[in-house]
């Protein structure tokens, strides 16, 4: 009924940028909070970011400063724009929205993770 399908994960080196995209699509009526996730291999799943419906933005400390969490409610897509990266930034990376479906049901959605590896 929903998908969600990031994409822009790769390597890049340390110092270096990247912008992840999550996009929604399905039959949705609404979206509330829209959230990135990262995990590393060997440790617990960490939430990066939290963007609103009305932009309210949220960061873990470790990205403060650095990452930017934005959305364009019109094509149902979230954003993480990710500066001077370091090596620990490397993990799958996973975004996560509350969505209203058409038939009234609210539920939480994952996408597939899409992998940021931070390496000279």
């Known amino acids: 009924q929903v998908q969600l399908v990031e994409s822009g994960g790769g390597l890049v080196q340390p110092g270096g940028s990247l912008r992840l995209s999550c996009g929604a699509s399905g039959l949705i009526f609404s979206i509330y909070d829209m959230e990135w996730y990262r995990q590393a291999p060997g440790k617990q799943r960490e939430l990066v970011a939290t963007?609103?419906?009305?932009?309210?933005?949220n960061y873990a400390d470790s990205v403060k400063g650095r990452f930017t969490i934005s959305r364009d409610n019109a094509k149902n897509t979230v954003f993480l724009q990710m500066n001077s990266l370091t090596p620990e930034d490397t993990a799958v990376y996973l975004c996560?929205?509350?969505?209203?479906?058409?038939?009234?049901?609210?539920?939480?959605?994952w996408g597939q993770g899409t992998q940021v590896t931070v390496s000279s």
């Open positions: 963007i609103t419906t009305s932009g309210a933005t």
């Open positions: 996560n929205a509350n969505i209203k479906t058409h038939w009234g049901v609210r539920n939480d959605y």
